[in-house]
């Protein structure tokens, strides 16, 4: 009797989708609003990169208290409080928002965006394995990254024409409506129970001592139990060091200064990445089944070998057009390349991490990540 297919997009599984892009959406688009606010008000566009940058120091620092809580708790309820949370948040600095206190007020904001994130990162990822199994779980990480690559193409051009047109404050009204969206499309989603009280371990006792027992168990996993977690890991967090350290200062530095192209130049290569994140998402939905294990060390060496063109063609006598367009090509191949190896990454940590420390171990991978980004950026 031929064994029946599980279906990808379940109920479950399609509500956190439509959650996703409406929060990616309101997110993107408030970002623009952000950025383009302070650039009127300062004359610098430095300054909302600054605030940004120290922004992120509560994603990283907080985010294993986020697997903590994401392995302790409900994952819907976690997800509805945090975008009911930020959409409160976003309403509340449209209200207060004018010119004399913009600086203020939007940091308050990135920051509170920042520790939310911390929380309902891990959370996302860690209910991926509860809705899906097996090559499904690919699957569904592959469209989780396919929606979060169309977001990032769409809304900003979305948040651009909007911002033209009706200015900051209603756009960041938009984006509170597409956080309140989510909230709501998340009340809808069904998950069961994270882990059994056995394997729960620590239960009772005081905040501080729940924290470190799930702290020293989830390190305890990775470090002894499964080291090919850890090596996957931090592979992931080297490639992503390489490859935003390029594709971040190394593309605008290469069209700007070295080729002497204007900022459209820019922009189309830009696009052009995003379109490539997407391909390499599909690419690795493709695959599953096919792309074996062992076989993603090919992977990696295709990130490599696509910014080798890039380097040659700097040493013909090309003309720009031509230099610009091979290596636009080179970084779009890595970029799609590093999409497929990241996917199959996260899923293999997932399918190789019990529910009870899933959440854990997708805080780490992403705190991790996000340390090596601007490492990467710097060096």
Same mark, same amino acid.
């Given at each position: 009797?031929?064994?029946?297919?599980? +279906?990808?997009? @379940?109920?479950?599984?399609?509500?956190?989708? $439509?959650? /996703? %892009?409406?929060?990616?959406?309101?997110?993107?688009?408030?970002?623009?609003? $952000?950025?383009?606010?302070?650039?009127?008000?300062?004359?610098?566009?430095?300054?909302?990169? &600054?605030?940004?940058?120290?922004?992120?120091? !509560?994603?990283?620092?907080l985010s294993p208290f986020g697997g903590i809580l994401a392995d302790r708790a409900n994952r819907r309820n976690i997800m509805v409080a945090l975008d009911g949370l930020t959409g409160i948040s976003v309403l509340w600095a449209a209200v207060f928002l004018r010119e004399d206190n913009a600086l203020g007020v939007i940091s308050v904001l990135l920051v509170i965006l920042s520790v939310l994130g911390a929380f309902e990162t891990p959370t996302v990822q860690a209910c991926i394995p509860q809705m899906l199994t097996g090559d499904n779980m690919i699957k569904g990480n592959a469209v989780v990254n396919q929606t979060a690559s169309i977001s990032y193409l769409i809304a900003p051009m979305a948040?651009? %024409?909007?911002?033209?047109? *009706?200015? !900051? +404050?209603?756009?960041?009204?938009?984006?509170? %409506?597409?956080?309140?969206?989510?909230?709501?499309?998340?009340?809808?989603? +069904?998950? &069961? !129970?994270?882990?059994? !009280? /056995?394997?729960m371990g620590q239960k009772q006792g005081n905040i501080l001592s729940v924290i470190k027992y799930d702290f020293c168990a989830s390190i305890r996993f990775m470090v002894r139990e499964r080291t090919d977690i850890m090596k996957m890991l931090l592979l992931t967090a080297m490639s992503r060091f390489f490859v935003m350290g390029v594709t971040v200062v190394g593309l605008p530095f290469l069209v700007r200064t070295v080729l002497g192209l204007e900022a459209a130049y820019?922009?189309?290569?830009?696009?052009?990445?995003?379109?490539? @994140?997407?391909?390499?998402?599909?690419?690795?939905? $493709?695959? @599953? &089944?096919k792309l074996q294990m062992g076989k993603l060390s090919r992977v990696l060496a295709a990130i490599g070998a696509c910014i080798i063109p890039a380097g040659v063609v700097f040493l013909l006598e090309a003309d720009t057009t031509v230099k610009y367009s091979v290596m636009v090509a080179a970084f779009g191949g890595m970029q799609a390349a590093i999409s497929i190896f990241s996917i199959?990454?996260?899923?293999? *940590? /997932? /399918?190789?991490?019990?529910?009870?420390?899933?959440?854990k171990i997708m805080a780490y991978t992403s705190a991790i990540t996000m340390c090596t980004q601007p490492l990467g950026q710097m060096v």
């Open positions: 009797m031929k064994e029946k297919k599980e +279906k990808l997009f @379940t109920k479950n599984f399609s509500l956190l989708i $439509l959650g /996703q %892009v409406c929060s990616l959406f309101g997110n993107y688009i408030l970002r623009l609003a $952000l950025s383009m606010y302070v650039l009127e008000v300062t004359g610098s566009a430095a300054v909302f990169a &600054g605030i940004l940058s120290m922004a992120v120091i !509560p994603t990283i620092l948040g651009g %024409v909007l911002y033209g047109v *009706i200015g !900051p +404050k209603p756009v960041m009204y938009a984006s509170v %409506v597409c956080f309140f969206i989510t909230a709501l499309f998340e009340c809808f989603i +069904k998950l &069961g !129970p994270v882990g059994e !009280p /056995q394997e820019y922009g189309g290569a830009e696009s052009a990445l995003a379109v490539a @994140t997407i391909l390499g998402s599909i690419g690795a939905g $493709l695959l @599953t &089944g199959f990454a996260v899923s293999v *940590i /997932q /399918q190789c991490t019990p529910d009870h420390l899933i959440g």
